[in-house]
Nanobody, 116 residues
């Protein structure tokens, strides 16, 4: 079974950058699409970005286009979310999700706080 662990969150000033990582274990990663989601305080979980299992397709929420970049390294069983020009509204808990067909596997999340 796929297991995911996020890391790289923290406190950053507006305009700053963070790089989130999602480490996979249990099975090889190359069959799974990877999505990043976030949940702001008092709000529902929203999709941020997605990358296909081979890395050839990506998409982004409009709110992060041009600022965030998703990537993956299947050999290292890792996925990343590079976040630049961060805004206070990017604050939230960020989760990675592995998906294969109808099956979904979630990490525990990492907190990102953008504040001066």
């Amino acid at each position: 079974q796929l297991q995911l662990v996020e890391s790289g969150g923290g406190l950053v000033q507006p305009g700053g950058s963070l790089r989130l990582s999602c480490a996979a274990s249990g099975v090889t990663l190359d069959r799974y699409g990877i999505g990043w989601f976030r949940q702001a305080p008092g709000k529902g979980r929203e999709g941020v970005s997605f990358i296909s299992n081979g890395g050839d397709r990506t998409n982004y929420a409009d709110s992060v286009k041009g600022r965030f970049t998703i990537s993956r390294d299947n050999a290292k069983r890792m996925a990343h979310l590079e976040m630049n020009s961060l805004k206070p509204e990017d604050t939230g808990v960020y989760y990675c999700r592995g998906e294969l067909g109808s099956r979904e596997y979630w990490g525990q999340g990492t907190q990102v706080t953008v504040s001066s």
